[in-house]
C-alpha cells in the first residue's frame, strides 16, 4: 500500500489596513510556528492554536501631508473671478476643503497600493479598520476583487494602537 502524504496547504496570506485621515499602515497577518494552547483549555492537545502576530508591510505605509502646507490656505487670499456677462470682478471663495481633499488623496494613494497588490496575488484577505466615513470611500477607491476579498470591517480610528492592541482587536472578530 503507497504511503499517501497531504498535500501541503498554501497559506492563506491576510493584510490588514489600518487607516484614518492622517495615516495608513498595511499590515500582514501572520501564523508564528510556536503554537500555544487556548486560555480555556490549556492541557488539552486539541484546543492547540497557532499564535497570529502582524507585521508591517515594507513600503506600505503612508502620512498625509499638512492641507496648510499643501494648500495655500488663508482666508485673506480669495480668487477673483470675471463674471460671464459682464467685467465686472468679485471675489469667491474656494470651492474645495483643503483638509478633505489631502485625506481622500490619501486614501486613494493606499486604496491603488492595495487594488495593484492584489492583481499581483500578494493577499488574499483583507481587514479594514478605519473610522466610518473613510471606510464608505475606501469602498468606491477598491477594485471588485478586492471587495471580494475584504472578510472584515472594523468602523473605528485603531491607528494609535500598538501591534498587540490591534492584534487583540483582530482576534475578538474570530
Given at each position: 500500500?503507497p ?5 501541503a ?11 484614518s ?21 490549556p ?12 507585521k ?14 499643501v ?65 464608505g ?38
Amino acid at each position: 500500500m503507497p504511503d499517501f502524504q497531504p498535500a501541503a496547504r498554501k497559506a492563506t496570506v491576510s493584510w490588514v489596513l489600518a487607516a484614518s485621515g492622517k495615516s495608513a499602515t498595511i499590515y500582514c497577518r501572520e501564523t508564528d510556528s510556536s503554537e500555544v494552547p487556548t486560555t480555556a483549555q490549556p492541557n488539552r492537545p486539541s484546543t492547540i492554536e497557532p499564535r497570529k502576530s502582524l507585521k508591517a508591510v515594507d513600503g506600505l505605509s503612508w502620512q498625509a501631508q499638512d492641507a496648510d502646507k499643501v494648500y495655500d490656505v488663508d482666508p485673506d487670499k480669495l480668487g477673483r473671478v470675471f463674471q460671464s456677462n459682464s467685467s465686472q470682478r468679485s471675489m469667491s471663495e474656494p470651492h474645495i476643503d483643503a483638509r478633505q481633499e489631502v485625506k481622500l488623496d490619501l486614501m486613494k494613494t493606499a486604496a491603488d497600493a492595495i487594488n495593484a497588490a492584489y492583481l499581483s496575488g500578494r493577499f488574499e484577505r483583507l481587514t479594514v479598520i478605519a473610522p466610518a466615513k473613510l471606510l464608505g470611500e475606501l469602498r468606491k477607491l477598491f477594485s471588485k476583487g478586492v471587495l471580494s476579498a475584504i472578510e472584515a470591517e472594523i468602523p473605528k480610528d485603531l491607528t494609535a494602537e500598538s501591534k498587540p492592541q490591534l492584534a487583540a482587536h483582530l482576534e475578538m472578530l474570530a
